[in-house]
């Protein structure tokens, strides 16, 4: 069982930036495959960037050029950087990692833009 936490979610402005992390319990976090995803209100869980366990990344058309997924295995720990936020990023993110055919998924954090 691999247990997640989110955290550095918060209250933004428009073009503001933010840095979410995740933190897995346990050292086997270098096998994982991760990834983000998030959930405004009334609409499906999307993705919104992803990262193999070799550090090949992925993104979301909605995100490219502003997020960036990256990941410290030392620290167990995944990272997703938001630049130039905009008011439709608002929602819940969690992040989601991959053994094999197993998913485990954090909590959420919530992440708002607005003036």
């Known amino acids: 069982q691999v247990q997640l936490v989110e955290s550095g979610g918060g209250l933004v402005q428009p073009g503001g930036s933010l840095r979410l992390s995740c933190a897995a319990s346990?050292?086997?976090?270098?096998?994982?495959?991760m990834a983000w995803y998030r959930q405004a209100p009334g609409k499906q869980r999307e993705l919104v960037a992803a990262?193999?366990?070799?550090?090949?990344?992925d993104y979301a058309d909605s995100v490219k050029g502003r997020f960036t997924i990256s990941r410290d295995n030392a620290k167990n720990t995944g990272y997703l950087q938001m630049n130039n936020l905009k008011p439709e990023d608002t929602a819940v993110y969690y992040c989601?990692?991959?053994?094999?055919?197993?998913?485990?998924w954090g909590q959420g954090t919530q992440v708002t833009v607005s003036s």
């Open positions: 989601k990692v991959t053994l094999a055919t197993h998913d485990y």
């Open positions: 346990g050292s086997g976090f270098r096998f994982y495959a």
């Open positions: 990262i193999t366990r070799g550090g090949s990344t």
